[in-house]
C-alpha cells in the first residue's frame, strides 16, 4: 500500500471512500484491488478480504472481464480522465446483476498512478427500461435524455413549439405535441404541470418543479423550469417557456452528501460516547501551525471547559519537569525519527486533581516529512491504582512467604539438628541392645520418626502452596515399594489385630518410571490412615491395570478398610489442611490432619484425583489412578534402591577416605559411630578452618560438610574444596532442606544431600552411590 498512497493519503482516501454510499474501490497499476467499502461488499456479493489482489475478477462475467481490462488499462494511460462503462457480476446470491461503473487514475509527482472507482448496482434501471418499454417507447426517451428538453407554450397551455437534441429523448414524436393541451399529453403529471403553468400566468413569475419519476423502481430526478417570456393580456399571445432538465446525478450527489454529513455527524456523537466510556480522548498537533486540536473527552480529561484554546505551550503545564521532559523527548523522536510513542504519564488537573493518563503519538509522514501527530489520551488512574495496590499486596505477600519461608527454615534446622540426635543415637542402641531394651529404642524410634513425619509434612505443605514441589523421577520396581509399605505397617496392624493385605495384578509391569519418595509418601498416608480408623477386621491395598501402551501404563490404586466409615455430608473436608472430621470417634484418634491434605495435593502433582466411598459403620475406600512412564534405554534414570538389612556392608568401606566436618558434638558422636559401622574412620572436624587445615595434611575420596557453621559456612566451605580439592566428592549434611538450598548448590554442581536426621540405611545408600560413582570395590 505504501507504495501507491502515502500514509496520509491513504488514510484520507480511504477515510473519503469508506462512508460513500455507493460501492467504491482502489486499484494498483498491476489491477490488484488494495481496498473497497461496505457498499461494494454488498454489491458484489463478497467480502473485501475475497476482493483483494485479483479476487474481483472471480465476479465478473467472462465476455465483460476483457473489456473492463482494457478500460483499467485505458484509465491508467488518461490520468484525470474518468471513464465510464458497464458490466455484469456474477452475484453469489443474487445472480446476474448489471453494474454501472466509473474510473479515475490519480497520479502524484514522484509516485505510482492508482485507480479510484466507483460502481453501482443498475439492474434496478435495466429492469425498469423493461418495463418502461411496454409501458411507451416515449417515455423511456424521456427517462434516458441527458439534455433539456425545451417546449414553447402559450397562456391556454398549449404546445407551439419543441426544441430537443435528439428526438429520441420524447416519448413521442415532436409534431404529437404541436396543438395540443399540456393535459391532453402529459399524462399523469398534466395536472402537476398544468397547475405550475397557471401559476406563471397569473404571478407573473417564473417557477420551478423538482419531481421524482413515477416508477418508483426507477430513481430518475428533474426539474421543471417555467419562465414568462412575452406577457399579454390575451392568453393566445402569451409566451412561456418550459424545460425539462434530467438532474438525477445532481440529486443523487445531494443525498449522497446528505448521507455523508448524516453519517459524520453519528460518527462524531459515536466517538464521543466510546471516548466517554473508554476514557479516551483524542488530540491532533499540526506541526506547519502549531495548532493544537482535542476532543471533548480530552477537554474533559483535563478537567477543562470547551472554550479553552489548547496550544503547545499551554497544554504542558499539567505535567511536572519530569513529565514534561518525557514528552519532550518522546515528541522529538516522533518528528525526527518517525518513530510512535505509548507513554504513562501523570497529570495535575486544572481542578488540582492528580491523574495518571497512557499518552499515543503517532507521527503522520507526507513527503518524506512529519507534518503533524495525531494521538490519543487515555484516562488510567483507576488501572494505574490498582496496578500500584496490586504490586504493593504482592510485595506484602511476598515478604510474608518469605518471612514464612525464613521462619520454616529456621525452625526446621533447629528442631532436625536436636532431633538428628536423638535419631542417632536410637539407631547405634538398635545395633546393639539387649532384648530388654528392644521396647524402648523401637518406641523411642517410632515417636521420634512420628515427629520428623510431622515436619516434613508442613514443610511439604507450604512447598505445595508455593508450587515449589517437583516430583523427582527414578525407576521403581513396584511390586518391591508395595511390599516395604506392607512390612512397614505389618506390626502396627497385628497389634490391633488387622489383616493388611497388598493385591497386586500380575500384568502391570514390573519397572515403572516414579517419584519413589512421593508416591511411598501417598500409600503410607492412606494406609496409616486406613489402620487408624480401623478396630477391627482389614485394610486392603490394591493394585490393578487400567491400561497399557508401548511407553506408558495406567495403574488402579486402592486402599479400602472396614473401620468406622465418613458420613458423606464431611466427605468434602477430609482433604482440607488441618482438617479431623469433628465427631467423637475420629477425634479420639491423633494426629494434625495434613496426611489426607498433603496426600490429595502429591495425587493432582500427578494430574489426576483422589476419590472417595464411605459408609459409616462399614468402611472406607480411597482410590485413584496414576499414569507412569515405562522405563527405555532413552529415559531410564537412576534405579531406586530400596535397602532393608545394613548387616551386609559392616565394614565394607574401609578403603573410603572420609572428612566429617560439623560443629555439633552429637552429630559428630553419631555420624562418627555408623561411619565405623561400615568399616569408615573419618577425620572429624568441627569448623571450616580446621577442615582446610586437614585438606592440607591428608587426602580424601568425600567430604561430608555441615551447612550451618560459624566463622565458615558449609556454602564458602563446599566452594573451596570443589575448586581446589575437586577429586573430592562432597556430601552436604544438614538440618535445612528448603527447595533454595538444593538449588544453590546445585548451581555449583553439588547434588548429594544427606539431610538430618538421617537414618543409617539413608547414609548406607550415599556410601554405595560414592562408591559406585569412584569404583571403588563394597
Not at 489482489?53 to 465476455?63: A, F, S, V
Not at 409534431?175 to 397557471?198: C, E, H, W, Y
Not at 401559476?199 to 418543479?209: D, F, I, K, Q, S
Request: glycine share 6%; with cysteine; aromatic share 8%.
Amino acid at each position: 500500500m505504501d507504495t501507491y498512497l502515502d500514509h496520509g493519503e491513504d488514510s484520507h482516501v480511504r477515510e473519503a471512500l469508506r462512508f460513500s454510499p455507493i460501492g467504491a474501490f482502489l486499484l494498483n497499476i498491476d489491477g490488484n484491488c488494495i481496498f473497497v467499502n461496505k457498499e461494494w461488499e454488498k454489491t458484489a456479493g463478497i467480502t473485501a478480504q475475497a476482493s483483494y489482489g485479483t479476487g474481483w475478477q472471480q465476479l465478473i462475467m467472462e465476455e465483460d472481464l476483457l473489456a473492463i481490462n482494457l478500460v483499467i488499462n485505458n484509465t491508467l494511460r488518461n490520468p484525470g480522465h474518468t471513464q465510464i462503462f458497464h458490466f455484469r457480476v456474477k452475484h453469489p446470491q443474487k445472480g446476474i446483476r448489471y453494474c454501472k461503473a466509473s474510473t479515475t487514475c490519480i497520479q502524484s509527482p514522484g509516485k505510482a498512478g492508482y485507480v479510484i472507482g466507483y460502481v453501482q448496482d443498475t439492474t434496478a434501471e435495466k429492469q425498469a427500461e423493461g418495463r418502461q418499454t411496454e409501458l411507451t417507447t416515449h417515455l423511456q426517451a424521456l427517462i434516458t435524455s441527458l439534455e433539456d428538453i425545451v417546449f414553447e407554450i402559450d397562456g391556454n397551455q398549449v404546445f407551439k413549439n419543441v426544441w430537443v437534441y435528439d428526438d429520441r429523448m420524447l416519448y413521442m414524436p415532436r409534431q404529437a405535441f404541436l396543438g395540443k393541451r399540456i393535459q391532453d399529453v402529459m399524462g399523469p403529471q398534466g395536472t402537476m404541470f398544468s397547475n405550475i403553468v397557471s401559476e406563471v400566468v397569473r404571478t407573473g413569475e417564473a417557477r420551478e418543479l423538482v419531481y421524482k419519476h413515477l416508477d418508483p423502481a426507477i430513481n430518475q430526478w428533474y426539474k421543471v423550469r417555467i419562465k414568462p417570456v412575452v406577457k399579454a393580456l390575451d392568453p393566445a399571445n402569451y409566451v412561456m417557456v418550459l424545460s425539462i432538465q434530467d438532474i438525477t446525478s445532481q440529486k443523487l450527489a445531494e443525498f449522497s452528501l446528505q448521507d455523508t454529513k448524516n453519517r459524520l455527524e453519528l460518527s462524531n456523537q459515536l466517538l464521543d460516547v466510546s471516548q466517554e466510556l473508554s476514557g479516551t480522548g483524542g488530540w491532533e498537533l499540526d506541526l506547519r501551525t502549531g495548532q493544537v486540536f482535542w476532543t471533548r473527552q480530552t477537554y474533559l480529561i483535563y478537567d477543562l471547559p470547551d472554550t479553552f484554546i489548547p496550544t503547545m505551550v499551554n497544554s504542558l503545564q499539567f505535567y511536572d519537569a519530569e513529565n514534561q521532559a518525557k514528552i519532550e523527548l518522546y515528541g522529538a523522536a516522533a518528528v525526527k525519527e518517525k518513530i510512535p510513542y505509548d507513554i504513562e504519564l501523570q497529570i495535575t488537573s486544572a481542578k488540582n486533581v492528580k491523574k495518571w493518563v497512557r499518552s499515543i503519538g503517532v507521527p503522520v509522514v507526507k513527503d518524506g516529512e512529519v507534518v503533524r501527530i495525531s494521538g490519543a489520551l487515555m484516562d488510567i488512574t483507576k488501572r494505574k491504582e490498582d496496578e500500584l495496590e496490586l504490586i504493593a499486596a504482592k510485595n506484602v505477600a511476598e515478604d510474608a512467604a518469605r518471612t514464612k519461608s525464613d521462619f520454616l527454615s529456621i525452625m526446621s534446622h533447629e528442631i532436625r539438628t536436636p532431633l538428628n540426635g536423638i535419631i542417632g543415637i536410637a539407631n547405634l542402641l538398635k545395633l546393639n541392645y539387649t532384648a530388654d531394651q528392644e521396647e524402648y529404642v523401637s518406641n523411642l524410634l517410632f515417636s521420634a520418626d512420628h515427629l520428623l513425619q510431622l515436619i516434613n509434612d508442613i514443610l511439604d505443605l507450604n512447598k505445595m502452596e508455593r508450587d515449589k514441589l517437583d516430583l523427582i523421577v527414578a525407576e521403581v520396581e513396584l511390586q518391591a515399594l508395595v511390599k516395604n509399605i506392607q512390612n512397614q505397617f505389618k506390626s502396627l496392624a497385628e497389634a490391633k489385630e488387622l489383616e493388611l493385605i497388598t493385591e497386586i495384578d500380575s500384568q502391570i509391569p514390573g519397572k515403572i518410571i516414579a517419584d519413589p519418595i512421593r508416591l511411598s509418601q501417598i500409600l503410607n498416608n492412606l494406609v496409616s490412615n486406613a489402620i487408624k480408623y480401623t478396630d477391627k477386621g482389614k485394610v486392603t491395598l490394591s493394585l490393578k491395570l487400567v491400561s497399557q501402551e508401548k511407553d506408558k501404563t495406567t495403574v488402579h490404586f486402592s486402599i479400602k478398610d472396614t473401620g468406622i466409615g465418613i458420613p458423606k455430608e464431611l466427605h468434602g473436608t477430609i482433604f482440607e489442611s488441618f482438617r479431623q472430621v469433628q465427631q467423637s470417634a475420629y477425634r479420639k484418634q491423633p494426629g494434625t490432619g495434613l496426611g489426607l491434605s498433603i496426600t490429595q495435593k502429591l495425587i493432582s502433582l500427578h494430574n489426576s484425583q483422589i476419590f472417595i466411598d464411605s459408609t459409616p459403620g462399614i468402611g472406607t475406600e480411597f482410590y485413584f489412578d496414576l499414569v507412569f512412564e515405562l522405563p527405555t534405554k532413552l529415559n531410564r534414570p537412576p534405579k531406586s534402591v530400596h535397602i532393608t538389612e545394613l548387616s551386609p556392608y559392616i565394614k565394607k568401606f574401609t578403603g573410603m577416605r572420609l572428612l566429617f566436618v560439623e560443629d555439633n558434638p552429637i552429630n559428630v558422636m553419631v555420624a562418627k559411630k555408623q561411619l565405623e559401622y561400615f568399616g569408615i574412620l573419618p577425620d572429624c572436624a568441627q569448623s571450616g578452618q580446621e577442615a582446610l587445615e586437614l585438606l592440607k595434611e591428608n587426602k580424601y575420596d568425600v567430604a561430608f560438610v555441615d551447612l550451618h557453621m560459624p566463622e565458615m559456612d558449609g556454602f564458602t566451605l563446599s566452594d573451596i574444596i570443589r575448586t581446589q580439592y575437586h577429586e573430592i566428592h562432597i556430601v552436604i549434611f544438614t538440618a535445612d532442606i528448603m527447595p533454595d538450598v538444593r538449588r544453590k548448590f546445585a548451581r555449583m554442581g553439588i547434588f548429594d544431600i544427606l539431610n538430618k536426621p538421617f537414618f543409617p540405611r539413608e547414609m548406607l545408600s550415599t556410601l554405595l552411590r560414592i562408591a559406585e560413582i569412584r569404583k571403588m570395590e563394597i
